[in-house]
């Protein structure tokens, strides 16, 4: 983005690394330039050429570090899209069991799984323990219906299982509005 101020046109020229990848005069007030940048660290520097009284003001420095996909572990036994679409930003390791050797993901995503399907609870503590994260999903197996509750897996996660109690005189109230597509033109409507 270029704030021109006074100024009808202006050079510009944008260095990655030390190698100029945009050199132009130009009118526009944003510039956008594509590049791949590989694993490391990164210098931009987007520099104003020409006569100007200020020049200190002209010069623009930017350090960027790009790192290697997370590798997350994803078990499960149900079939799922959502590995897909994590596919994006990591790199993803299905399994049916946690195995035993945790210490290459950045974290573990459990998915619809019962207390007997879910092993090496152990494991999953110590990985825990080291600050390390775990994404718990439900499902039919999952939760309440997983045996969840009272299980050593249970107290791996944030919540309690067990079920909500409603004293005389307590009111629980959801409201939802339903704003997608599908139902924008009907809220629309006078």
């Known amino acids: 983005n270029i704030n021109k101020l006074n100024i009808d046109e202006y050079n510009l020229l944008v260095s990655i690394d030390g190698e100029a990848v945009y050199n132009a005069r130009g009118k526009e007030e944003t510039i956008r330039i594509k590049k791949k940048f590989d694993p490391g660290t990164h210098k931009i520097t987007a ?10 003001n002209n010069i623009f420095y930017k350090t960027i570090t790009v790192t290697e996909k997370p590798k997350i572990l994803y078990v499960s036994r149900t079939p799922t899209k959502l590995p897909a679409l994590l596919e994006k ?28 399907q879910i092993n090496n609870v152990d494991g999953l503590s110590n990985y825990i323990e080291k600050g390390n994260g775990m994404l718990v999903l439900g499902g039919m197996n999952a939760f309440d219906r997983g045996n969840y509750k009272g299980s050593n897996f249970e107290t791996l996660l944030p919540v309690r299982i067990g079920r909500g109690s409603k004293e005389q005189g307590d009111s629980s109230i959801v409201l939802l509005i339903d704003m997608s597509g599908s139902t924008q033109e009907y809220w629309k409507q006078d």
Do not use: A, R
């Not at 520099?47 to 200190?56: A, F, Q, R, Y």
């Not at 930003?89 to 207390?115: A, C, G, W």
């Open 89 to 116: 930003f990591y790199v993803v390791e299905k399994k049916q069991k946690v195995p035993e050797n945790l210490e290459d993901y950045y974290t573990v995503i459990i998915e619809n799984m019962n207390t007997k």
């Open 47 to 56: 520099k104003l050429l020409g006569e100007d009284d200020v020049k200190k």
